[in-house]
């Protein structure tokens, strides 16, 4: 036996010798000598070689040892062979199979004493392991960045060049979805477990419409842990038609898919304590359907409809309705293109700044996503720069002989009419309260107090502008000169102004409309920024008492001494104002940390309040990255490849602190057998053994 292996043949082969290689035995023609050289030569090149005398075959131990299968057309060294060329043994040394077997040997446990053979294999296999601990680093990042898949082919051939060791196998667009996928599934594991250890949950969704113009539902869950407020996403799941049975079980099918979250389980419908929905214009009766349909899980959950950007699509809409707000829209953007497609009229612009002594301002666009914002700063610029536009546009039309001429008076005849002038203002107006809102909602630090209160804030705001003329709006009230530049027509917007202000009070009181409006308002006791600056004895306690008979429930469920929060509460607060200054700066998470050993009851009373969806940030965020994803891939993506690919980028660690040993070693271990399919359900792996493998 030339193998240190010797004794370790299979023996159910070796108990089984035919009289063929009995008669062989007698007859002296056993293996032929001259072989024993090149034999001795593999076998020190290929330490993980066998070669078994009696039989005339050779194995691979690492493969057999843990019982991973060659496919394909390829020699078998599982099994064994009696073909001893070259070419063959090289191409088993770089197959998959192979590298897949030194994986296992290299992550598993081996004995305390290694002979010089042993320590050679183990060696070697961990040189297959750091090969692909940089593969796995790659499929990292380019999901991360938001980079296609696809870039993983040259990005193989850059480490080449650089001089990275990444190995021959492994090197395909299969492979790539295959890391991704285990890169993934790790972080759903740790979503799973931070969900098992807290005591309380909310759901987000978000509805939204991938390239394939499918409708599809974003879902996100949100928890908070000693004061920490964590919003991840679980997934995306394509929803057959808008309605609120369909839609709620894309959500209840997400969350069982990636989590194994069963909502209709008893354990996690006692921890669920709120649902968070977009509000897009006409989905009213659809999101609320859906709230009530949650609610059959958990009465107790609250409902919040509050997402930034489908509130700004509603604001949109309300606008898109008045014929005054689309004249305006179009004089800003053909006053931005009049000037953004002429370099000359640019600089005759500028120079109507400087003989006016103004700062210049020019026109910006507006019509991008972002629309509340980039009208907000369009109308800011255009009233900012009124003076040198009317200047340079009267030059342009006294120019005849200018191609612009005619487009200049058609500009100037809609900038010297009052009610356009006084409309502009009033927008200016609106606009800037609703935008604070948004700010609000955006910040992915504000709490449900935060942004409820906001909320009432904003809408008292609307309404006394229907009473009275806005700060901007009171410039132009009656005038019928502005800078200096007699304007035309009646002027008399009360009508617009009117319809405008009501139908956005309303798209605005729609945000809590399934929500308990007390249960709302009491969650402010979560949120330092609105604590007094000076102790209030009697302050928190009715919204203590209010939150504790809304979800007493699931407060029992997640075993809280519900008779000590009261006491706790006024106990806590003293604490609190006798030890620190400035409550305004403090964090729950910093007041968990000092006092959640004396105060364990209502700090948990907290978490509960901080799990109630409020910001939309993250929401935000991976609407962002999935339309990102979208126009890189140019190809249809299906929804468990793109829920890979947020999970990456939204809940795994940055490029400098990623771990890839967990992702390898669940990769390594869920298919020992076979190095073909290891997602569920897809084709993820290569089945060639040939390092020249493609798609």
């Known amino acids: 036996m030339w193998s240190y292996f010797k004794g370790r043949g299979p023996p159910d082969v070796v108990n089984r010798v035919t009289e063929k290689h009995k008669r062989l035995q007698k007859l002296d023609h056993y293996l032929p000598r001259r072989n024993d050289q090149f034999l001795k030569i593999w076998l020190k090149k290929y330490p993980w070689l066998i070669y078994d005398e009696i039989l005339n075959l050779m194995f691979c131990g690492l493969c057999r040892k843990h019982g991973v299968k060659s496919k394909g057309t390829q020699v078998s060294f599982f099994y064994g062979t009696d073909n001893f060329r070259t070419e063959f043994l090289n191409a088993h040394h770089l197959s998959e199979a192979h590298a897949k077997a030194s994986l296992m040997e290299a992550t598993s446990s081996s004995p305390v004493n290694h002979t010089a053979t042993e320590l ?48 021959p196998v492994f090197r395909t ?54 004061g920490k407020v964590h919003c991840q996403v679980v997934g995306v799941q394509t929803v057959e038609k808008k309605d609120p ?77 008045i014929p005054l707000y689309n004249d305006v829209r179009n004089l800003l953007h053909g006053i931005y293109h ?58 342009a039309d006294e120019d005849r002989s200018d191609t612009t001429h005619q487009k200049a008076k058609e500009l100037l005849e809609f900038l010297l009419q009052a009610d356009i002038v006084k409309f502009v203002h009033f927008l200016v107006d609106v606009i800037n309260v609703l935008s604070i809102f948004s700010r609000v909602n955006q910040n992915r630090n504000s709490s449900i107090a935060d942004v409820f209160a906001t909320l009432e ?42 319809t405008v202000l009501t ?6 009181q729609g945000c809590f409309r399934d929500a308990s409006q007390d249960v709302v308002k009491a969650t402010m006791i979560g949120s330092f920024k609105l604590w007094p600056t000076k102790i209030n004895q009697e302050f928190g306690e009715k919204e203590v008492s209010i ?31 006798a030890r620190f200054q400035n409550i305004r700066k403090l964090t729950w998470d910093f007041v968990n940390s000092v006092y959640l050993h ?31 994803a979208m126009s890189q891939m140019h190809a249809k993506i299906k929804a468990e490849s793109m829920t890979d690919l947020l999970i990456i980028q939204l809940n795994s660690p940055d490029i400098n602190n990623f771990d890839p040993r967990k992702a390898i070693h669940l990769w390594n271990t869920r298919t020992p057998s076979s190095t073909g399919d290891m997602r569920p359900n897809s084709a993820c792996s290569s089945n060639s053994e040939s390092h020249y493998e493609s798609d």
């Not at 940089?134 to 980079?147: D, M, P, Y």
């Not at 921890?271 to 958990?298: C, H, M, T, W």
């Not at 364990?600 to 935000?620: C, G, K, Y």
């Open 173 to 226: 667009n299969k492979s790539a979805r295959t890391f991704t996928y285990f890169i993934a599934e790790v972080e759903r594991r740790n979503l799973r477990e931070k969900l098992e250890r807290s005591k309380f949950f909310s759901v987000l969704s978000d509805g939204i419409t991938d390239s394939s113009t499918k409708e599809a539902e974003l879902v996100y869950v949100q928890f908070a842990r000693a």
């Open 547 to 577: 939150l504790i008979a809304h979800y007493e429930p699931v407060l029992e469920a997640a075993n809280v001494e519900i008779d000590e929060m009261d006491t706790e509460w006024s106990m806590l607060k003293l604490e609190i104002y």
């Open 598 to 628: 004396k105060y364990p009851n209502i700090l948990t009373l907290v978490d509960l309040v901080l799990t109630l969806p409020a910001s939309s940030a993250e929401a935000e965020r991976g609407f962002s990255q999935m339309k990102l």
């Open 120 to 167: 050679m294999v183990t060696t070697m296999s961990k040189v297959t392991l750091g090969r692909v601990e940089n593969l796995f680093r790659s499929c990292h990042a380019i999901a991360k960045t938001g980079r296609p898949l696809k870039d993983f082919i040259w990005m193989c051939k850059l480490d080449d060049m650089k001089g990275v060791d990444i190995g």
């Open 503 to 508: 139908h956005l009070i309303k798209k605005l």
């Open 245 to 321: 049975l369909a839609v709620r079980n894309a959500i209840e099918k997400t969350l069982e898919r990636n989590l194994q979250l069963k909502l209709s389980n008893q354990d996690w419908a006692k921890k669920l304590v709120g649902f968070g929905s977009d509000s897009a214009p006409g989905s009213e009766g659809e999101n609320s359907g859906v709230a009530l349909l949650l609610r059959e899980i958990q009465p107790c959950a609250l409902t919040v409809y509050c997402f930034a950007h489908h509130l700004e699509l509603s604001y949109e809409a309300v606008f898109q309705s």
């Open 457 to 498: 804030s904003t809408v008292e705001m609307l309404r006394i502008y229907q009473t009275r003329p806005g700060p901007k709006e009171l410039w132009v009230d009656s005038v019928t000169h502005f800078h200096g530049n007699r304007l035309g027509g009646k002027g008399d917007i009360s009508d617009v102004r009117s």
């Open 338 to 395: 009049f000037y953004h497609s002429s370099p000359l009229l640019r600089s005759s612009l500028m120079t109507a700044f400087k003989s006016l002594h103004l700062r210049p301002v020019m026109p910006s666009q507006v019509g991008g996503r972002r629309w509340l914002q980039e009208l907000q700063a369009a109308l800011q610029n255009f009233l900012k720069g009124y003076p040198a536009i009317v200047q340079q546009l009267h030059l």
